[in-house]
Every structure is written in C-alpha cells, then in structure tokens.
C-alpha cells in the first residue's frame, strides 16, 4: 500500500470547516483513499473512501486530485465531537470475497476549540 | 445492530499469566481483524481473517500471540505468557470482504500487564 503523509496537527474553530490534507503521492491505480478518525479512548471510526472522483456523505466530503496524488477531507461545520486523530489511509482495492488490511500512519490531530 | 463486541473491556494481570481477549464481529461480516494500538507504535495490524481462515499474521509479534476464529461469530486473541510489554489497547474489526467495504472496529479491551 503507498504511504501517507499528513500534518501531526491542526486547529480549527467550532462551526468553520475543517480542510485536513493528505498526501500520497506513490498511490497506484486501484488503490483507494480511505479516511478513518479516532476519538479519544474509542475505536477507529470510518468516515469516507473515495478512488478517482470526489465524495460526500453525511460526515464529510472527499476531495481527490485529478492526478490522485493527494486529498483533502473537509469537515464543512466543525464541533467538538469532532475533535480526534485522522487517518489517512491508502489501500489496494480488492476482489470480492478477499479483505484487505489497513495500515494506519500516526494520522492529524484536530482540536477543535471554542 | 450490536456493532463488533469485544470483551473484556479492562483486564488487568501479572506477568506470566495467560490473557484471553474475545471479539465478537458484526453479524454477516466474513473478514476479522485484530489490532494493537500503543504510544510507542501506534495502531497496528496482529492478524486477520477471511471466512474464519488466517490470511496475514506477519504482525503477531512473537509465538507467544496466538489467535483463533472457530466460527463465524466470535475470535480469540491469546497471550501466553504475557508481559509487561504487551500492555496496550487491542481492537478488533470486522468487514464483508466486498471490494471497497469499510472495517467496523470495537471498543477495544485495554490490557495491562503489571
């Protein structure tokens, strides 16, 4: 799987988006972009994975650059559940029937302030 | 649903004593991961299975890690003997291997090992 960079850390105010970036600049073809986030004292949780074009659902938006050699995720109305540790994460898709693992990075922590 | 249910929560033992840590996966779900998460080295990867067979346990530190998936519905992560070291948060996952499917973690068990 192609490594990640991303920033050790960042602020952002309660109700501003926050635009968390990752690079990957060594991601192949089929491997897609997969943001989990970890809030204190909880397990991983999934937020979004996207391959080629941009995605929203009701947490976040995905936004991939056309040459896909890095992201950025964008929390539009930040609160303070959201503070916690993102992850960035690159992985091979895979053929149904077979999982893949996930390697986590040491990922951006968000402290959202009032 | 349930989500992935790990058990115990806390376990606390002396060296030398033998842990057993459970998991139960999501309902369905044919792929089980196990974690480790800890300060020095972050959160990563023992062992995982596709329809209760070991695919990679290249991350299992050493023979004294063993881990079991006897059915669909429930795994074990074994440690014996155990030591100081191996104090940590562990996870376990689950998934439907299909395709792009995100990974379901648990609220861990924090094991400490005195």
């Known amino acids: 799987d192609a490594k990640t960079t991303q920033p050790t850390s960042m602020d952002c105010a309660e109700g501003r988006a926050a635009n968390l970036p990752c690079n990957h600049s060594?991601?192949?073809?089929?491997?897609?972009v997969y943001w989990y986030r970890q809030i204190h004292s909880q397990g991983p949780q999934y937020i979004i994975h996207g391959l080629k074009n941009n995605e929203t659902n009701e947490m976040a938006s995905l936004i991939i650059t056309e040459d896909r050699k890095s992201s950025t995720l964008i929390l539009p109305h930040a609160t303070l559940r959201d503070t916690a540790v993102y992850y960035c994460?690159?992985?091979?898709?895979?053929?149904?029937?077979?999982?893949?693992?996930?390697?986590f990075g040491t990922g951006t922590r968000l402290q959202v302030t009032l | 649903d349930a989500g992935v249910i790990q058990s115990p929560r806390h376990e606390v033992t002396e060296m030398g004593q033998e842990v057993t840590l459970r998991c139960k996966p999501i309902s369905g779900h044919n792929s089980l991961f196990w974690y480790r998460q800890t300060m020095m080295r972050g959160l990563e990867l023992l062992i995982y299975f596709n329809n209760n067979v070991p695919i990679d346990d290249s991350g299992m530190p050493e023979d004294r890690f063993s881990a079991k998936m006897p059915n669909a519905s429930f795994s074990t992560l074994k440690i014996q003997p155990s030591e100081p070291r191996d104090s940590a948060v562990y996870f376990c996952?689950?998934?439907?291997?299909?395709?792009?499917?995100?990974?379901?973690f648990g609220p861990g068990t924090r094991l400490t090992v005195l």
């Open positions: 994460i690159v992985r091979a898709g895979f053929n149904t029937g077979t999982a893949s693992k996930l390697t």
């Open positions: 996952a689950s998934t439907r291997a299909i395709r792009s499917e995100e990974q379901f």
């Open positions: 060594t991601i192949s073809g089929n491997e897609y």
